[in-house]
């Protein structure tokens, strides 16, 4: 149990396009979400952490118009990333939370923008 | 900020126990230690958590000190398959789960 997908888990883009990833959780239901990025040779960054139903809350420093996220169900939230450049080529996880249990995260989506 | 350290990196010889220590002298009475790990370019895999008492999987055994200040996780037979980051983690004061810099064990053959 406890499964959390992400689709695609890799994707190629042109600089100025946008890009969508999808993060479910398969076997249970997410109060919170969560989008995580990671740098090469670099730890994970928290982004941003999203409760079904409420807009999502952004750490220090990631500009929410840049990275949409929407929770729009349980099992469901997306991450755009909108007017993509070379600089937010990463690698983006997310994890989901059923309500006061561990996270559980998903298998990652390595983003390169050229 | 995490509110944990570890050891940058440790290597452990294939079959032995791997024991990875993590320091966290800030933690509160009601606040948890989990332990996930990453394998390169994947995301991070629960392996344990626990709150004051010592707790065993499949996977690994997880040993809290008495004033809660440092844990240990071991994996009793280390494989090579076991090569990862491992994150010791405490959750900050909006429950949300922040990353340090982990230990890279290495498990030499």
């Known amino acids: 149990g406890a499964v959390v997908s992400q689709h695609p888990s890799r994707v190629i883009c042109k600089s100025g396009t946008s890009v969508k990833i999808e993060c479910r959780s398969l076997?249970?239901?997410?109060?919170?979400m969560f989008w995580y990025r990671q740098f090469p040779k670099q730890s994970l960054m928290l982004m941003a952490t999203?409760?079904?139903?409420?807009?999502?809350?952004?750490e220090q420093g990631v500009e929410k118009d840049k990275f949409l996220i929407n929770h729009a169900s349980l099992t469901l939230s997306t991450l755009t990333v909108t007017s993509a450049h070379p600089e937010d080529s990463s690698f983006y996880i997310c994890s989901a939370r059923p309500a006061a249990d561990t996270q559980y995260f998903g298998p990652g989506t390595r983003l390169t923008v050229l | 900020d995490a509110k944990t350290t570890q050891p940058p990196s440790m290597d452990c010889a294939e079959g032995r126990a791997a024991n990875l220590p993590c320091n966290h002298s800030t933690i509160s009475g009601n606040e948890y230690v989990y332990w996930y790990r990453q394998i390169h370019s994947q995301g991070p895999q629960y392996i344990i958590h626990g709150l004051k008492n010592n707790e065993t999987n499949e996977m690994a055994s997880l040993i809290i000190t008495e004033d809660r200040k440092s844990s240990t996780l071991i994996l009793p037979h280390a494989t090579l398959r076991d090569t990862a980051v491992y994150y010791c983690i405490v959750l900050d004061n909006n429950n949300d789960m922040r990353f340090g810099a982990g230990t890279r064990l290495t498990v030499k053959p």
């Open positions: 076997d249970f239901q997410a109060t919170t």
């Open positions: 999203s409760n079904e139903g409420s807009k999502a809350t952004y």
